[in-house]
Structure formats: C-alpha cells, structure tokens
T-cell receptor, first 114, second 113 residues
C-alpha cells in the first residue's frame, strides 16, 4: 500500500532563505507524486506533479521538486522564500490504476519570518 | 473558469440533524471524491465516484452517504451527524485515470455540537 511521510510538521525560514520541505513515499508501483499548497481559509492548489519523464519538476511560484527513486523521496524546494509562501504544504502519492485517489501526507506548515 | 464549488462553506449543526454538503464541478470530469482534513492526519478520502451512478467507499466512509445522479454534482450526506464528524471537508474532481491533476473546492467547515 502507498503511504507518504512528511518530515517536520512545522518549518520556519527567514525571508530570502532556502525552503526545503521533505517528503518520502512508499509505493509498490511507479508512483505519481504531487505537491499541493493550502493558503489560510482556501482549498488546495496544485504546485507541481511528477508522472513520468524528467525527474526535476518545476511548478508555480518558483517551487520545484526532484523525484529520487533510490531515496523514495520527492522533496520540495524554493531558492528564496517570500512572505507570501507562508501556507501549509501537502505531499501526495497517487495509487495508480483506474481510480485517481491520492494518499496525502500529514502536511507541513511553513512560516516565513521577516 | 474551471471550478469546484461546494456549499455551505461554514456550518454549525446539532447531533443527529441530517445535512447535505453540495458539490458541483464545471470541467466535465468523470471522477469526483470527498476528503476530510483533520489536524495531524492530512486528508483522507471518504467516498469517490468514477461516473454517474458509480460510487464507492474510500478510507473513512462510516457515517456518510453520497450520490451521483448527474455528472457535475456529487453531494455528501450526513444522515445523523456526530461530533466526531466535525472536520474540514473538500470536494475534488479530475479526469478518471491516475496521474491527472485533481482540482479541489475551497472546503466546508462543519461543526457538530
């Protein structure tokens, strides 16, 4: 069965610093991997996803993630944090097959300090 | 504009009083689902639907019902709500096959007292 582990339920960075949010997955089949962001009082918005092909995936708002099969990881990074990046971030893996079900991690709340 | 719309956004209700959370999408997606979000647990799938009149249980279906009479609508029904169903609920839709982007509604905060 697929599962997702996000290390660090709370991460705090200074404005302009590197953002690194960690995600490890478990999957018995080649996974589809997603990062979603949730701003306060809003729904989930897709940041980026990996399905096949290039393992370095670029998303919106300057975020990117790299699929590393050997490490079963899909960490999210951004070179320089902005105040507007403060939100909760969810990593998710798709179960594959005919249903498009996502298994979510427990989320990482990112705080950006001025 | 591509949208998943759910209502109500906020609701406080009493134990045992039936309620329905509506969900509608305008993207002609076959696949729709409901998730609940609880602190420290992330999002967990309640029910999903592959198409009209085709629904199935997700990971936490107890206490919930759904129906899919039209492609665009997928209401979530709580026949007899209990306090442990206090949560943030999200409706979602996508094309059917795995790997397609899933679009989420803005969420419905439900409190059962």
């Amino acid at each position: 069965a697929q599962s997702v582990t996000q290390l660090g339920s709370h991460v705090s960075v200074s404005e302009g610093a590197l953002v690194l949010l960690r995600c490890n997955y478990s999957s018995s089949v080649p996974p589809y991997l997603f990062w979603y962001v949730q701003y306060p009082n809003q729904g989930l918005q897709l940041l980026l996803k990996y399905t096949t092909g290039a393992t370095l995936v670029k998303g919106i708002n300057g975020f990117e993630a790299e699929f590393k099969k050997s490490e079963t990881s899909f960490h999210l990074t951004k070179p320089s944090a902005h105040m507007s990046d403060a939100a909760e971030y969810f990593c998710a893996v798709s179960t594959g097959g005919a249903t498009n079900k996502l298994i979510f991690g427990t989320g990482t709340l990112l705080a950006v300090q001025p | 504009e591509a949208q998943v719309t759910q209502n109500p956004r906020y609701l406080i209700t009493v134990t045992g009083k039936k309620l329905t959370v509506t969900c509608s999408q305008n993207m002609n997606h076959e696949y729709m689902s409901w998730y609940r979000q609880d602190p420290g647990l992330g999002l967990r799938q309640i029910y999903y639907s592959m198409n009209v009149e085709v629904t199935d249980k997700g990971d936490v279906p107890e206490g919930y019902k759904v129906s899919r009479k039209e492609k665009r609508n997928f209401p979530l029904i709580l026949e007899s709500p209990s306090p442990n169903q206090t949560s943030l609920y999200f409706c979602a839709s996508s094309l059917k096959l795995s790997g397609n982007t899933i679009y989420f509604g803005e969420g419905s905060w439900l409190t059962v007292v």
